[in-house]
């Protein structure tokens, strides 16, 4: 036999990718890098403010649980700072930095360490902490700041101006990102070139993301021809918290399904619960509650969608 081969006998898979949760993580926080710039363009430093809060409370949060529990520290692997970002991306940029801190610190301990850390949590963490400010603190959490100049204004979004006063935000301002809104939801450039950049790198599927494209196109049309004062289907495409929601949130592999057609499903359903809220109910925006709704629902759905093993009935 030639010594010059040699066979290593290790447990399956024998095929790997080369990629880790780090490597995932980075790729998304890279995407991420136009929301942060545009947002610090428009919201100067009160975005800037809002941001490093609510990584240094996600961060704080992940160490302080893994050291009580005298586990090995999980930050390396980088899922915290973006909990910490997505928090950030969804809060108005006039929040005070402690209401910033406590938000990324219930994100990590609460919505996903006492479930046992990442892979193991029900909800996204930052809608979970988004969901805990606005309980705490809803005056603050409604209270926003016009671009450049930074004046808190109250109940100015695009979405509040069309739900309470029948003004629909045209769609340069929509796409640009000039106007009141969460510190990373208002620019659709931004969040649309952090999703090719995602999409390109294979660091996230596309398949909720279209549920939710193709599903609020014909609510939303429907809505439209029915009464033109319910807004456009470009104008719900833009606005708010959806870009964000399509891009970051539906498409994390934690808190999402993991078969195919669950993904559509569960991308559709965001949409139709987004909606929902934006016709019939009290606040102009739901995409937290959305999220958080469809979380619930993932088991079921993985349940309902798990595809059958080769060979069986």
């Not at 930052?126 to 809803?138: D, E, I």
């Not at 049309?221 to 319910?230: K, L, S, T, V």
Request: proline content about 6%.
């Amino acid at each position: 036999m030639d010594e010059s081969i040699r066979l290593t006998l290790e447990n399956g898979p024998h095929q790997k990718e080369g990629h880790d949760t780090a490597a995932v993580m980075r790729d998304v926080m890279i995407a991420m890098l136009p929301v942060v710039l545009s947002s610090v363009v428009f919201f100067r430093l009160q975005a800037l403010t809002v941001i490093v809060a609510t990584v240094v409370g996600s961060c704080a949060g992940e160490f302080l649980v893994t050291s009580l529990r005298r586990r090995p520290c999980t930050l390396g692997d980088m899922s915290a700072i973006v909990s910490g970002l997505l928090l950030a991306f969804s809060l108005p940029p006039s929040m005070p930095a402690w209401m910033c801190v406590l938000g990324g610190m219930f994100a990590t301990v609460i919505a996903k360490q006492i479930f046992g850390g990442l892979g193991m949590n029900v909800f996204n963490p930052a809608m979970a902490g988004r969901a805990f400010l606005m309980a705490a603190y809803p005056v603050a959490m409604t209270t926003w700041s016009n671009p450049f100049t930074c004046d808190a204004v109250s109940g100015a979004t695009p979405l509040a101006a069309l739900k309470f006063g029948g003004v629909e935000t045209d769609f340069v301002r929509l796409f640009f990102g000039n106007h009141a809104g969460s510190v990373g939801e208002t620019s659709v450039l931004a969040v649309g070139i952090g999703a090719v950049y995602l999409f390109a790198r294979g660091a996230a599927s596309w398949r909720a993301p279209l549920a939710m494209f193709l599903t609020t196109l014909i609510f939303s049309g429907i809505m439209a021809a029915i009464d033109p004062a319910n807004g456009s289907p470009v104008f719900h495409l833009c606005a708010g918290g959806w870009m964000l929601a399509a891009v970051f949130m539906v498409t994390d592999p934690v808190t999402t399904p993991m078969s195919v057609i669950g993904r559509y499903i569960f991308g559709a359903g965001v949409a139709v619960m987004i909606l929902c809220v934006r016709y019939w109910g009290g606040l102009p925006e739901g995409t937290m509650y959305s999220i958080l709704f469809m979380n619930c629902f993932v088991p079921l759905i993985d349940r309902v969608t798990r595809p059958k093993a080769w060979g069986r009935r």
